[in-house]
């Protein structure tokens, strides 16, 4: 079985320049020097547990290209068709300013989709150049893909793009209507047993199983064991082990007291961006059949 994938953008020297939405400002406060230790820190996460991490081409010009995760989107092939395989398929931002990171990510998904026999999809291709999506507002959970309708990054033309090319390997597609945060995942991420968990009010209605957690730093996590291994675990809270933000300490106590293992990890300067454990990554998990 091959090595789970971690594709990862350093910080650019203008970080302090990235876009804010819906969180107080305080870029001023903001270390480039703290990020790029806490971005070496957060990837050594995954390098210790045999993930095959990647460098995309730096964007030093784009003060958002640190977050990766809204330029590309690895779907695994669920579809059990012979002619399919995995999709990683490039995103559209509505955003001008981080037009130009896609570009680069590009030709790192070029690379990935030869190399795991992933099919390249591009977004403005299937959509046109109207539709947009970000990959923050993509949340996986077994079969469905829930997509953000209601914020301000992607549109229903983008849905209908990313539609099309996830029912072909076996995914439902759901738009969930979420306001006062910048991305799907920044209100709710999943648990390994398909828990959504959240901070925000509401969200309950959305989702079942849901969790409320206790700090908003607390709502996202990212598998850090491969699917497969869940998969075939006897005990799945046993064998899970979630990484999410030292920010929140009481949320990562509530899932220790859930039977999880939790790893935390410093990003102080990606929250003061809007950033979390999610955006700074995409996971790509070849071989994986969830």
């Not at 995760?69 to 579809?79: F, G, I, K, M, Q």
């Not at 993509?138 to 209908?160: D, F, M, P, Q, W």
């Not at 933000?245 to 809007?274: I, M």
Request: glycine residues 8%; aromatic residues 6%; contains cysteine.
């Amino acid at each position: 079985m091959a090595a789970p994938v971690l594709l990862v953008r350093r910080p650019s020297p203008e970080l302090a320049k990235g876009l804010l939405t819906h969180i107080s400002d305080d870029r001023a406060s903001l270390s480039t020097g703290l990020a790029s230790q806490q971005w070496l820190e957060y990837t050594n996460v995954f390098r210790a547990h045999g993930w095959d991490v990647r460098e995309v081409q730096a964007a030093d010009e784009c003060p958002d290209g640190v977050f990766i995760e809204d330029a590309l989107l690895w779907l695994t092939d669920l579809s059990e068709k012979a002619d399919q395989g995995p999709a990683i398929i490039l995103m559209n931002t509505p955003a001008p300013s981080r037009a130009k990171e896609l570009s680069t990510a590009q030709a790192c998904a070029e690379t990935i989709a030869t190399a795991h026999g992933a099919k390249l999809y591009s977004l403005k291709e299937i959509g046109g150049s109207e539709a947009h999506l970000e990959g923050g507002d993509v949340l996986k959970v077994g079969r469905v893909v829930y997509v953000n309708s209601g914020g301000h990054r992607t549109n229903e033309a983008g849905i209908c793009a990313l539609r099309s090319i996830a029912e072909r390997i076996g995914y439902s597609v759901v738009g969930i209507p979420i306001q006062g945060a910048l991305h799907l995942k920044s209100a709710v991420t999943a648990l390994p047993d398909g828990t959504v968990i959240g901070h925000m009010p509401g969200l309950q209605a959305f989702f079942k199983p849901y969790l409320q957690v206790p700090e908003p730093e607390g709502v996202a996590v990212v598998h850090l064991r491969p699917y497969e291994a869940l998969a075939s675990a006897h005990d799945e809270k046993a064998e899970a082990h979630l990484v999410m933000s030292s920010s929140a300490p009481r949320t990562t106590a509530l899932l220790e007291s859930l039977g999880w293992k939790v790893t935390t990890t410093d990003v102080t300067e990606f929250e003061k961006l809007e950033g979390c454990v999610t955006c700074l990554s995409v996971r790509c998990r070849p071989g994986s059949r969830s």
